[in-house]
């Protein structure tokens, strides 16, 4: 018997892929993680130098891993060893072959919304690596850009925050508060909504539940 949320997100990526590759992205749909990370690595040339943000999606399908061990020029900020070390690496991501991130909340429309506490994965979303590809299971989409504006500040970005030690108050109740705490990691707010150059970013949407 077939999964009924496998074929409601099949369905409703049929209608996101449609309206991404309307918009001049690459786009593609795979049903798992495996066959997700099968795809994500014939997109990344042998050789690449590769860099990531906010990548969770990207690491639960093994992707992260897969580009540590490949062969391929990983810039990994968490090897910095001091803060300044980390900061000279996320700007070295910043100019990367590939840049690897998620979404926060993407709209059936086709556009993406990517919330950010540095502004380090917006910065790269819009421009500098030649080429970003985003992995976001399906459960980050919204019928609508409000609604996904909504889920990026009300269910992303305060799930998110759990895994950070500055206090905020949605991190101590789980709600957002709009808050301007030293520690919100909700700063910036971007609006992908058209791929300059054609192609420059690509999706995989994943027919399961990925990152926050």
Request: neutral net charge; contains cysteine; hydrophobic residues 40%.
């Amino acid at each position: 018997m077939n999964d009924p949320k496998q074929m409601y997100y099949e369905k409703r990526a049929q209608v996101l892929l449609k309206n991404l590759r309307s918009r001049h992205f690459e786009a593609y749909y795979c049903p798992d993680r495996e066959q997700a990370l099968a795809k994500a690595l014939e997109l990344i040339p042998e050789g690449a130098s590769v860099g990531w943000g906010g990548a969770m999606s990207a690491q639960q399908i093994g992707l992260i891993d897969a580009v540590k061990a490949g062969n391929y020029r990983a810039i990994d900020r968490d090897t910095g060893v001091t803060p300044q070390e980390r900061e000279a690496l996320m700007k070295r991501c910043l100019t990367t072959d590939v840049f690897l991130c998620g979404a926060n909340a993407l709209s059936l429309d086709g556009q993406m919304v990517s919330i950010d506490g540095n502004g380090n994965r917006l910065a790269a979303i819009a421009y500098g690596p030649e080429t970003v590809l985003v992995v976001a299971g399906m459960n980050k989409v919204c019928d609508t850009l409000e609604a996904a504006m909504t889920r990026a500040r009300t269910v992303a970005a305060p799930m998110n925050k759990q895994r950070f030690p500055v206090q905020t108050p949605c991190e101590v109740t789980g709600a957002c508060a709009d808050c301007k705490s030293d520690g919100c990691i909700c700063n910036q707010i971007l609006i992908t909504r058209n791929c300059k150059p054609a192609g420059r970013i690509q999706f995989i949407l994943v027919g399961e539940d990925l990152g926050f």
